[in-house]
């Protein structure tokens, strides 16, 4: 089955700085790759999300990159602010059309320092 | 807005007891799932479900059981809890249509199983 890694476990910037999280995974047949954030105490909610056909999106501070050859896919938070400060989850999936399988990664706890 | 409940917030049981975790979407969508959250290893997958009455194993299916009999609601069961059972459960749900993979998650249960 799929494995996804991700690092660094933690990760922490001063306000304003540039912050990348990296996942790699396992299954070649992986095509969709959602990035799930979550706050202290709150469930993860969906921030953004890639599939095999595009190499990149963005939304305004967020970005994703994917490389497929090399299996690996990142998140790019730039001019971070303390609300962003969160655990993010990466994550892969073979979508079947009856629904995704997800893959998550280990998580990645970023804090935003003032 | 997609809403996605859980019956409990916190549960304390005891070795042994059989558990029930219930998770009600009130978006009429069909594919549901039941993931466990512990510290540096992420969300797996415990068991999801593409329809009523069907399930499937996901990653970590041992100790527990699901349960579908309605569209809206996705029970786990643990039939004789035990202590590495103490965990955070989430549940989460999205619809069968073909390029909507957002799994809204559910506010999560923290069982803890003395």
């Known amino acids: 089955g799929e494995n996804v890694e991700q690092h660094p476990s933690t990760l922490s910037v001063q306000e304003g700085d540039s912050a990348v999280i990296k996942c790699t995974y396992s299954d070649s047949a992986s095509n969709y790759f959602p990035w799930y954030k979550q706050e202290l105490g709150k469930r993860p909610q969906l921030i953004i999300d890639?599939?095999?056909?595009?190499g990149e999106k963005k939304d305004q501070r967020i970005a994703v990159t994917l490389n497929k050859t090399a299996k690996h896919f990142s998140l790019h938070i730039t001019e971070t602010q303390p609300e962003d400060s969160a655990v993010y989850f990466c994550a892969a999936s073979p979508f079947t059309g009856g629904g995704n399988k997800l893959t998550f990664g280990t998580g990645t706890q970023l804090k935003v320092e003032l | 807005d997609v809403k996605v409940t859980q019956s409990s917030r916190y549960l304390v049981k005891r070795t042994g007891e059989k558990v029930f975790l219930e998770c009600v979407q009130d978006?009429?969508?069909?594919?549901m799932f039941w993931y466990r959250q512990d510290p540096g290893l992420g969300l797996r997958l415990i068991y999801f479900s593409y329809d009523v009455k069907m399930k499937e194993k996901g990653d970590i299916p041992e100790g527990y059981s699901v349960s579908r009999e309605k569209k809206e609601r996705f029970s786990l069961i643990l039939e004789s809890a035990s202590t590495n059972q103490t965990s955070m459960y989430l549940c989460a749900s999205n619809p069968l249509t073909t390029g909507t993979d957002t799994q809204y998650f559910g506010p999560g249960t923290r069982l803890t199983v003395l």
């Open positions: 978006m009429d969508h069909e594919n």
């Open positions: 890639i599939r095999s056909n595009v």
